[in-house]
T-cell receptor
Framework: GNSVTQMEGPVTLSEEAFLTINCTYT??????LFWYVQYPGEGLQLLLK?????DKGSNKGFEATYRKETTSFHLEKGSVQVSDSAVYFC???????????????FGAGTRLAVHP | DSGVTQTPKHLITATGQRVTLRCSPR?????VYWYQQSLDQGLQFLIQ???????AKGNILERFSAQQFPDLHSELNLSSLELGDSALYFC??????????????FGAGSRLTVL
């Protein structure tokens, strides 16, 4: 079935370090891909998305490129801040349903801790 | 504020009891999703409604049920509660963009503790 695999955390970085969180997916069809972020005590917030191959999603300095050939959607940021400490979830829209409104399938989440 | 409202924020109850979690979607969103987040299971999709009709069902236990009302708010009913039902329950609503991407907006969650 469709699934998302993320690198295990926690990832611990110093401020201004480069961040990569790996995400690979398995899906039939052509899903959209997402990164959501969950700050402590809060719900999930959409960070960025990509809807087709080679699309690059970006927001708040974070980027991810939809790579169909490697079935990947790795999250990157050039210089992390303490305020980026959160749990990051990679997700795909289940392509089994047509017409939109497809549920999201999430990876297990990767906890990021950034220290000053 | 995401626009998706969930109540209650916190709930503590005993095993064997029944609780109801409520969700109001963003204005204009027709689809509502329920997810369970626990430490060992991650984010598990439970069930989805679209304009009052059940659209997709995931790993939802038979002890759990949900519905979406004509005003589009949704309720998740959890009965015969067990210790393992302790989790964060998230509701999300969605809009389909022109690109076809279905973007879910999540509420802040309801934290259920079963003692």
């Amino acid at each position: 079935g469709n699934s998302v695999t993320q690198m295990e955390g926690p990832v611990t970085l110093s401020e201004e370090a480069f961040l990569t969180i790996n995400c690979t997916y398995t899906a039939t069809g052509y899903p959209s891909l997402f990164w959501y972020v969950q700050y402590p005590g809060e719900g999930l917030q959409l960070l960025l998305k990509a809807t087709k191959a080679d699309d690059k999603g970006s927001n708040k300095g974070f980027e991810a490129t939809y790579r169909k050939e490697t079935t990947s959607f790795h999250l990157e940021k050039g210089s992390v801040q303490v305020s980026d400490s959160a749990v990051y979830f990679c997700a795909l829209s289940d392509p089994q349903f047509s017409g939109g409104y497809n549920k999201l399938i999430f990876g297990a989440g990767t906890r990021l801790a950034v220290h000053p | 504020d995401s626009g998706v409202t969930q109540t209650p924020k916190h709930l503590i109850t005993a095993t064997g009891q029944r609780v109801t979690l409520r969700c109001s979607p963003r204005s204009g969103d027709l689809s509502v999703y329920w997810y369970q987040q626990s430490l060992d299971q991650g984010l598990q999709f439970l069930i989805q409604y679209y304009n009052g009709e059940e659209r997709a069902k995931g790993n939802i236990l038979e002890r759990f049920s949900a519905q979406q009302f004509p005003d589009l708010h949704s309720e998740l009913n959890l009965s015969s509660l067990e210790l393992g039902d302790s989790a964060l329950y998230f509701c999300a609503s969605s809009v389909v963009l022109d690109s076809g991407a279905n973007v879910l907006t999540f509420g802040a969650g309801s934290r259920l503790t079963v003692l």
